[in-house]
């Protein structure tokens, strides 16, 4: 392979690493063109199935980033799965054609930065789909607002209740505190008497005159 051809193919690979949501690494030796086509198939719209020499893997992982995640799994006949689509559903697509085809190896793999084993790849496929998932959480949210939402529409009734509660014991204690405020216009004839006397003493004066 020429150099330019070999600089092509890195730049192309550590693209691929770099650009996808994670990546599955496998060992194909024994598999037929066909068996690889019918895997490519599988994985169409999740993940994409390329064959690759480890050397120029290595240099494109490194370039970036991610060389110490994935240079021990680049031995023997290698083929990368670089997941662009649902990583739980790349990972159920090549656990189904491992189990009917043993000769497809899954050694590892790479999730966000991070180095993956061949059984958390498994884990992996055990996930449910991602649109499901999203259904869930948007659901769980809906309820969460549902819930909100009463509780806010709630409040008004209970101002209003709270507020002919303090209206029914003010009025059920008004009459007790009447007499209170009408004691003054009792005491009335006692500020009128003063006047009388004067009067009685003017009468007085005029009969002895």
Do not use: C, H, W
Request: no cysteine; proline share 4%; net charge negative.
């Amino acid at each position: 392979m020429a150099n330019a051809e070999k600089t092509a193919v890195i730049e192309d690979l550590a693209g691929k690493f770099r650009d996808s949501s994670g990546a599955v690494l496998t060992e194909y030796r024994g598999l037929t063109v066909a068996q690889l086509r019918e895997l490519r198939g599988n994985l169409r719209g999740n993940a994409t199935f390329t064959v690759t020499k480890n050397t120029l893997a290595k240099v494109a992982a490194t370039q970036a980033g991610l060389g110490d995640q994935v240079e021990s799994m680049l031995s023997g006949p290698s083929a990368i799965a670089f997941v662009d689509g649902d990583v739980a559903q790349a990972a159920k697509g090549l656990l189904a054609f491992a189990k009917a085809n043993p000769l497809l190896v899954i050694k590892g793999g790479v999730l966000d930065g991070k180095s993956l084993t061949a059984a958390e790849v498994g884990k992996l496929a055990d996930l449910e789909p991602r649109e499901v998932l999203l259904a869930k959480l948007a659901g769980a949210m809906k309820a969460s607002m549902a819930g909100a939402a009463a509780t806010f529409n709630a409040l008004p009734t209970q101002m209003a209740l709270l507020a002919d509660a303090l209206r029914a014991k003010l009025e059920a204690g008004a009459p007790a505190e009447a007499p209170e405020t009408e004691a003054p216009e009792t005491e009335a004839p006692e500020t009128e008497a003063p006047e009388a006397e004067a009067a009685a003493s003017d009468t007085e004066t005029e009969t002895q005159d």
